[in-house]
């Protein structure tokens, strides 16, 4: 018998409305993954991680166990977004990064960042499907 | 010695002598007579004298006295006086004295004539005036003649040697005059040379000139061209970058409107077109993703390594062959050399290649691949062979544009990227790419691999493969 899946929450950072979109849809029949909030770009990302502002009530604003984030946006880049999250002590935080590049400077950059994970959008299911495996390794090797 | 007594006019008649004999012609050879002269103030002793010498064959001339020796002495060059010692008015000593006196006459050989009693004091008296020797009367003949003959030749080898001299002195003269006139010639030409060199050297700066301005036109003209063509490689690329996003999304929205509608009843024509609209936009994104692998290999230098290209044809085959499932294809892989060349690019193209191959033969029940190497005019030629369904070669000069094709959508699918990535893989390369085929006869792709020298060592970033998930391991 299997134990009861734990339910991650999820913050999905990126502009694109339409991406947004197509990632919910994706994360629909997965019970155990809830996207918790979404953001348009990384100086709102960056506030909601440091409980800033109208983010300060954690009740609403919950601080997420994984973090789908965008590379190009406006204000703050998804890079940016990485810097900063290397200057704080959130250790325990799966960054996945989601983009339309494939380009192996991108990736090489993300990882070196501290990416867990580097995806790129996708509409098809197949690829879908393997994205939702990878973000259940990810998470499963966080620290419970 | 022929006796050539030429008899000279009566001194006593005071008539001008010519001057006899005396050749300033510059033959050598001509020996001109010398003049003796014989003063004495008895005629029969000039006579007995002159009669005694006149073998020897010059001028003789007689003078009676000193005073007329002195005027003959004036008008001619002698070669010997013979002098007689006694003579009344003025002797011999006395003329002797005198003529010593005259500058030009200092030299002149003075043989005294005396008689044998008046010996030792005129002896002495005589040396001390100048005189050169002494003949004793009785004249002994053979004595005088000796004697006189002496300065005779004396006489002549002076006036040879002077001829000589003047002939010298003429000669180094002209030969003066001409150096001086090759000078002043070597001096003109001189000069028109250097009017040339100057020249020159102007017109030599003048091309050194234009030959750096035609570099630095050149220089300015390439960093224009190839700032234009970067230019053009990156709008290319972030066109076709954008237009990624947009076309996932129509994707996107395409596959879930297919879902919504399973349930919904919707007429074959309405479904038709919602078919095709979704396709449409696939294809599209398929073109932008070719378009950007296209713009990525033109963009980058590549770093070339020494590749067997067995081993990359190999790699090749085995991908495909993993996914063509159990259809049947007979692969015929030759010897292939090693080659300089990017290893990323040089795959892109066989993969290309050999991918077109694979699909023109589905129709055929056995496909043959064929994958070699040639000789043609000398250069060596790698080609990729098939039995599939070729095509018309009116046609063949459209092959390898940018999403040209020969075949329909629907026969084969394909946007008609692949020839023109190889097309342009295998300029950069250095080389030429080529087909040759027949409709239903299949077709042969040649290329060559240009020339072999490393190209730059920028850091190459190679293309990716293909546009897909990358998912990396976590382990």
């Known amino acids: 018998m299997n134990p009861p899946k734990k339910k991650y929450q999820i913050l999905l950072v990126d502009d694109s409305e339409d991406d947004r979109f197509f990632m919910r849809m994706a994360l629909q029949e997965q019970s155990h993954l809830a996207i918790v909030a979404e953001l348009c770009d990384g100086e709102e990302a960056i506030a909601y991680l440091s409980g800033q502002g109208c983010f300060a009530d954690r009740k609403m604003h919950p601080f997420p166990d994984l973090i789908f984030l965008d590379l190009k946006m406006p204000r703050k880049s998804g890079f940016d977004v990485l810097v900063w999250l290397k200057t704080q002590q959130f250790s325990q935080l799966p960054i996945v990064v989601l983009s339309g590049s494939f380009l192996p400077e991108d990736m090489e950059k993300s990882y070196a960042l501290g990416a867990a994970a580097y995806h790129i959008k996708t509409a098809t299911r197949e690829e879908q499907a393997a994205m939702i495996a990878t973000i259940e390794k990810v998470l499963e090797k966080k620290p419970r | ?475």
């Open chain 2, 1 to 475: 010695m022929a006796s050539s007594l030429k008899l000279v006019s009566d001194p006593d008649q005071s008539t001008p002598i010519e001057n006899p004999g005396l050749d300033m012609v510059n033959n050598q050879s001509v020996d001109s007579k010398a003049n003796i002269l014989v003063v004495d103030d008895r005629e029969d002793k000039r006579l007995a004298i002159e009669a005694i010498i006149s073998d020897l064959g010059q001028n003789i001339i007689k003078a009676g006295s000193g005073r007329d020796a002195l005027r003959y002495l004036l008008e001619m060059d002698f070669a010997v006086i013979l002098l007689d010692v006694n003579m009344p008015g003025m002797d011999g000593f006395e003329t002797a004295f005198l003529i010593r006196q005259k500058k030009n006459l200092e030299h002149v050989p003075i043989i005294f004539v005396t008689a044998v009693s008046d010996n030792e004091t005129h002896l002495s008296r005589g040396y001390s005036l100048g005189a050169v020797d002494y003949i004793l009367t009785p004249v002994m003949p053979d004595v005088l003649r000796t004697k006189v003959s002496v300065f005779v030749e004396l006489f002549n080898t002076t006036q040879q040697v002077r001829r000589q001299a003047e002939r010298l002195r003429q000669a180094r003269d002209e030969l003066e005059m001409r150096v001086k006139q090759r000078t002043n010639e070597l001096a003109v030409v001189n000069a028109s040379l250097q009017v040339e060199v100057v020249e020159r050297k102007r017109v030599e700066e003048e091309i050194r000139l234009l030959n750096s301005e035609l570099e630095q036109r050149i220089l300015d003209r390439t960093a224009e061209l190839r700032t234009a063509n970067e230019e053009l490689e990156t709008f290319t690329y972030s066109i076709a970058h954008d237009l990624r996003a947009p076309l996932r999304q129509i994707h996107g929205f395409s596959k879930l409107l297919d879902q919504e509608l399973e349930s919904v009843t919707l007429s074959e024509t309405a479904r038709k077109y919602l078919n095709r609209i979704g396709q449409r936009g696939q294809i599209m994104g398929q073109m932008v993703d070719d378009l950007l692998s296209l713009s990525r290999i033109t963009k980058q230098d590549f770093d070339r390594q020494q590749l067997n290209l067995n081993s990359i044809v190999g790699e090749v085959v085995a991908g495909i062959k993993m996914e063509i499932g159990d259809r049947k294809i007979e692969w015929r892989v030759g010897d292939l050399p090693t080659v300089m060349c990017g290893p990323g690019l040089i795959r892109q193209a066989f993969t290309n290649l050999i991918s077109n191959a694979v699909k023109y033969t589905r129709p055929r029940s056995l496909a043959v691949i064929e994958i070699g190497k040639t000789s043609i005019n000398n250069e060596m030629v790698i080609y990729v062979r098939d039995n599939g369904v070729g095509f018309n070669m009116a046609h063949a000069d459209k092959l390898f544009g940018v999403f040209q094709r020969l075949h329909s959508q629907e026969a084969f699918e394909g946007t008609g990227v692949g020839l023109a990535v190889v097309a342009r893989v295998i300029r950069k390369h250095g080389g030429k790419v080529w087909a040759e085929a027949k409709e239903n006869e299949g077709a042969t792709f040649y290329f060559t691999l240009g020339n072999q020298v490393a190209s730059t060592n920028r850091q190459a970033k190679e293309p990716p493969d293909q546009v897909s998930l990358i998912v990396p391991s976590l382990t």
